[in-house]
């Protein structure tokens, strides 16, 4: 806790405030580098970078930079074809279709998605499958297919049993793989099957489970966000007022980004901007104000785009509405 105290201090030292800016990734310079490779068909490459990020220091974030590339889809099944007993190629695979598949779905409401999108989307959903299965077959200790597999099937709807069991699979290789907890925390949410409840008890659980420090802090606001937003005008803003919903977010900060041993590392941005929205919307300004130095006008587009469609306008209002 005095670590980022002392930290805030010191930026609350500089004049003004810093500009607020989209961040579209953590930084690591080796995301940038395997995002041009991969619109480059340069699997070379593409595979050296993915190579030298062992799976114990979670490579999710370079594994969707490819994933998220257009026309990966065009090369990626040579490479597949060219090395019929590697992982890596069929793991790339499995995470394009993927990213492909909700392309062909979009973002919005299921009542707006044609039957058509939603044929394409499961066909894809079904081929990701495919390649991740076969991944996990080739490198039984991989997280990364079982992650992929536990955003496969809540796009296919596969029940909060076979759901469970590959959010298990993951964690068993991974304890504390943040994207694997933040698909379950989805997956047990109201709008997914799941309920508020069940939701929030697994959020406390992770993060109390963790060591401190841990980058797990933010699924305790991302679940309270969660309700906020399935509640009608008027009780969203009483809910989030109630004094359970800020201690326990005042908990989880102690176990995360106040503990001594949180490091900036990783998603720690994504951890800060979660918070900053939660506590602007419980009202405590105090608690987001140290969130929002912090961040050091960095935004990140979650959970901000559930506020606005333009994430930094909506970072940028609260983070004034808290004095920063």
């Given at each position: 806790m005095a670590l980022l105290r002392d930290w805030t201090l010191a930026l609350g030292k500089q004049v003004g405030r810093p500009a607020a800016k989209l961040q579209k990734d953590s930084g690591d310079p080796e995301v940038a580098r395997v995002r041009a490779a991969?619109?480059?068909a340069d699997w070379n490459t593409v595979r050296a970078v993915l190579q030298a990020r062992p799976e114990s220091e979670d490579r999710t974030e370079l594994?969707?930079?490819?994933?998220?590339?257009?026309?990966?889809?065009?090369?990626?099944?040579?490479?597949?074809?060219?090395?019929?007993?590697?992982?890596?190629p069929r793991?790339?695979?499995?995470?394009?279709?993927?990213?492909?598949?909700?392309?062909a779905r979009t973002s919005a409401r299921a009542t707006q998605v044609s039957r058509e999108q939603f044929e394409v989307f499961h066909d894809r959903l079904r081929t990701a499958e495919q390649f991740l299965y076969e991944a996990a077959e080739r490198e039984p200790g991989w997280s990364s297919p079982w992650y992929g597999l536990q955003t496969t099937g809540r796009g296919l709807q596969v029940g909060q049993a076979l759901a469970r069991r590959r959010?298990?699979?993951?964690?068993?290789?991974?304890?504390?793989?943040?994207?694997?907890?933040?698909?379950?925390?989805?997956?047990?949410?109201?709008?997914?099957?799941?309920?508020?409840?069940?939701?929030?008890?697994?959020?406390?659980?992770?993060?109390?489970g963790a060591p401190g420090g841990t980058l797990l802090g933010r699924l305790v606001p991302d679940a309270h966000i969660e309700q906020w937003l399935s509640l009608p005008r008027g009780e969203d803003a009483a809910y989030m007022r109630r004094p359970e919903v800020a201690q326990s977010l005042r908990e989880a900060a102690e176990h995360s980004y106040r503990h001594p041993d949180f490091v900036r590392r990783g998603s720690w941005n994504g951890l800060l901007n979660s918070f900053a929205l939660?506590?602007?919307?419980?009202?405590?300004?105090?608690?987001?104000?140290e969130c929002f130095r912090a961040t050091e006008g960095r935004v990140t587009e979650s959970p901000w785009d559930y506020v606005d469609r333009d994430p930094v306008a909506a970072y940028r209002k609260h983070r004034a509405a808290a004095g920063r």
């Open positions: 991969a619109a480059a594994l969707w930079a490819v994933g998220e590339t257009a026309r990966v889809e065009r090369w990626i099944t040579e490479a597949v074809e060219a090395e019929p007993g590697a992982a890596l793991l790339v695979a499995g995470i394009r279709y993927i990213s492909w598949g909700w392309e959010f298990e699979a993951t964690v068993r290789r991974d304890p504390h793989h943040l994207g694997a907890h933040i698909q379950q925390l989805q997956q047990v949410c109201d709008k997914w099957g799941g309920s508020h409840e069940e939701m929030h008890a697994f959020a406390r659980a992770s993060v109390l939660a506590f602007s919307l419980v009202g405590d300004r105090d608690a987001a104000r």
